[in-house]
Nanobody, 123 residues
Framework: QVQLVESGGGLVQAGGSLRLSCAAS????????MGWFRQAPGKEREFVVF???????DYADSVKGRFTISRDNAKNTVYLQMNSLKPEDTAVYYC?????????????????WGKGTLVTVSS
């Protein structure tokens, strides 16, 4: 079992930045794919970014060039640096983890979820 705890959400003006953190415990962190999904009010949870165990990353088109994922395997932590934030980035951001490969682009492919952290971007 893996426990995921997010932190770093908050309120920011459009154009600003935030950094989210997700601390993992309970399993060898380096073997897991780690990433983020988000869910805006009234919408389905959607993929944002993954950091795969081999070091590769995948980003949703909507965040490419603005968001950057990084991971510190020594600290069992993954980070999401969000720059140039837009009001449409407003959502609850969920840390996600697992080892099912590309099935993880869909919420049904995720093994472990954090409880989420709210990011609000004002215009």
């Amino acid at each position: 079992q893996v426990q995921l705890v997010e932190s770093g959400g908050g309120l920011v003006q459009a154009g600003g930045s935030l950094r989210l953190s997700c601390a993992a415990s309970g399993r060898t962190f380096s073997s897991l794919a780690m990433g983020w999904f988000r869910q805006a009010p009234g919408k389905e949870r959607e993929f944002v970014v993954f950091s795969w165990s081999d070091g590769n990353t995948d980003y949703a088109d909507s965040v490419k060039g603005r968001f950057t994922i990084s991971r510190d395997n020594a600290k069992n932590t993954v980070y999401l640096q969000m720059n140039s934030l837009k009001p449409e980035d407003t959502a609850v951001y969920y840390c996600a983890a697992g080892s099912r490969g590309t099935t993880m682009f869909n919420v049904r492919g995720i093994d472990y979820w954090g409880k989420g952290t709210l990011v609000t971007v004002s215009s």
